[in-house]
């Protein structure tokens, strides 16, 4: 179903033709960097954050580490990852799928600047075999609402 409704959210924006169902597994971005024949850093790892007691969607560059100290000053809050039992219920996509795409209602989406040293970026569409190709323009338009943040390392 979290593949039914990342592609159905994609069609709407107009990329669905960019789906990507490699036969290899794309649950880690180096998983996903060889299925896809990428580099790590173009895939665009998406990951679940609780602040508030809602579920927040950080996508970052695929080698691009959390910076606790940015986080704390840009949120306000300390970083706390949902659990992996969680995930699925807060956001809509099981871990390994994770993406901003066919999300749950309330779940705010933020871009990190390091996405930005990449022209062409690949998340998840849902599941753990599944991606997408686009532009840092197209995630954008794929993400209404987004907001960028430096949060990185």
């Not at 794309?26 to 896809?36: G, H, R």
């Not at 508030?52 to 080698?63: Q, R």
């Not at 600047?113 to 690949?122: A, G, M, N, P």
Request: charged share 25%; proline share 5%.
């Amino acid at each position: 179903m979290s593949f039914e409704k990342a592609v159905k959210a994609l069609t709407e924006k107009g990329f669905a033709e960019r789906v990507i169902v490699p036969e290899h597994s794309s649950a880690t971005v180096a998983e996903a960097a060889e299925a896809l024949g990428c580099e790590p850093g173009m895939i665009a790892k998406t990951l679940s954050f609780i602040q508030d007691e809602k579920p927040v969607l950080i996508l970052t560059e695929g080698t691009a580490r959390i910076d606790n100290k940015k986080y704390r000053t840009r949120f306000h809050c300390k970083a706390r990852m949902i659990g992996a039992d969680m995930v699925e219920n807060l956001v809509g996509h099981a871990p390994g799928g994770v993406c901003p795409f066919g999300i749950n209602d309330g779940v705010k989406v933020y871009l990190d600047e390091s996405l930005k040293i990449h022209d062409t970026v690949y998340p998840a569409a849902g599941t753990d075999h599944s991606a997408v190709r686009l532009s840092i323009a197209e995630l954008e338009q794929c993400c209404p609402g987004a907001e960028w943040v430096d949060v990185c390392q």
